[in-house]
């Protein structure tokens, strides 16, 4: 989902630390060090996420123009995983197992040799196509020490968090009610009211 087309719906994360003076050279070595690393058949990783260029998946070779603009680092975070359809990789692995036990003159196969099977025939398939490839753009405001992630998706949350820690040793913390007025900073009385807030539910329940 990018931040420089379609609808403009993100989520937000307060930064948790401070930016160090040297930040652009620092967090450029980071941010090359992290970038996306293709998935290829051979891999042992079924998915994996990495940095690119915001809006541009397969520009995984950043330089500080795209990187740095303004107050901001913009960044694309980019996640590539394999799918291959369950019915496929099924028939194909009892093509290959009726295969093997003719060979073998065999009537069963071990569990190792099952899985070991398996996993062939899914690099196989991986050779013949491509992972799904999917970018989600990310804007940091360093000045208000908020990141935009322009998803609202659970996981993909939690990818950037965690590939946004490993790059710049910082977390993030999702915006929520809670956070909110913690940032904005409450007065004793209001923090007091805040404590004793009880949920409404709005919604009848069903039995």
Request: charged share 35%; with cysteine.
């Amino acid at each position: 989902m990018s931040a420089l087309r379609g609808s403009l719906t993100y989520a937000r994360f307060f930064v948790d630390g401070d930016v160090p003076d040297d930040f652009r050279e620092k967090y450029m070595r980071a941010i090359r060090l992290r970038a996306m690393k293709p998935l290829e058949a051979d891999d042992d990783d079924l998915e994996r996420s990495g940095w690119c260029k915001l809006a541009e998946p397969f520009e995984i070779e950043l330089r500080y123009d795209d990187v740095f603009y303004n107050e901001f680092i913009v960044l694309g975070i980019r996640t590539d995983r394999w799918q291959i359809p369950g019915p496929m990789l099924k028939a194909r692995v009892r093509e290959a197992e009726a295969a093997y036990l003719e060979k073998k003159g065999r009537e069963k196969l071990g569990r190792k040799e099952r899985a070991e099977l398996k996993e062939t025939v899914a690099r196989k398939l991986r050779k013949q196509t491509a992972p799904a490839t999917r970018e989600v753009d990310v804007a940091w405001s360093l000045n208000e020490g908020i990141v935009r992630f322009f998803s609202h998706a659970e996981k993909a949350a939690g990818n950037m968090t965690e590939l946004f820690h490993k790059t710049f040793g910082l977390h993030l913390i999702a915006e929520s009610p809670y956070t909110l007025a913690d940032r904005i900073g409450l007065s004793k009385p209001q923090q007091s009211s805040w404590q004793e807030i009880e949920s409404t539910v709005l919604a009848k329940e069903v039995v």
